[in-house]
């Protein structure tokens, strides 16, 4: 059974950290991209991270660089988002993507709340 599950999320006070996992079942990360996206309340789903498939190229978006970084470990078929910095505007359900070709797979979520 092919799936993709997220960990790490929970409450975190601003400016504190957190290191989310995407980790793959039933098929291997390595070949495939992978994007984080975040869904903050009442809004929709954006990418916020991604890492290539090939030469493990990064895109951040604006509002997480220099914060956020995303690596990958094929060995272990999971890749990460670290999370630094957090700010209460991080708040919202993260979701990793895998995608290659027609194959395009997502996790459930996890929540990450940033809050004093």
């Known amino acids: 059974q092919v799936q993709l599950v997220e960990s790490g999320g929970g409450l975190v006070q601003p400016g504190g950290s957190l290191r989310l996992s995407c980790a793959a079942s039933?098929?291997?990360?390595?070949?495939?991209?992978i994007g984080w996206f975040r869904q903050a309340p009442g809004k929709e789903r954006e990418m916020i991270s991604c890492?290539?498939?090939?030469?493990?190229?990064?895109y951040y978006a604006d509002s997480v660089k220099g914060r956020f970084t995303i690596s990958r470990d094929n060995a272990k078929n999971t890749v990460y988002l670290q999370m630094n910095s957090l700010k209460p505007e991080d708040t919202g359900i993260y979701y990793c993507?895998?995608?290659?070709?027609?194959?395009?797979?997502w996790g459930q979520g996890t929540q990450v709340t940033v809050s004093s």
């Open positions: 993507n895998a995608a290659r070709g027609w194959r395009d797979y």
């Open positions: 039933g098929f291997t990360l390595d070949g495939y991209a």
């Open positions: 890492i290539s498939s090939s030469d493990g190229s990064t």
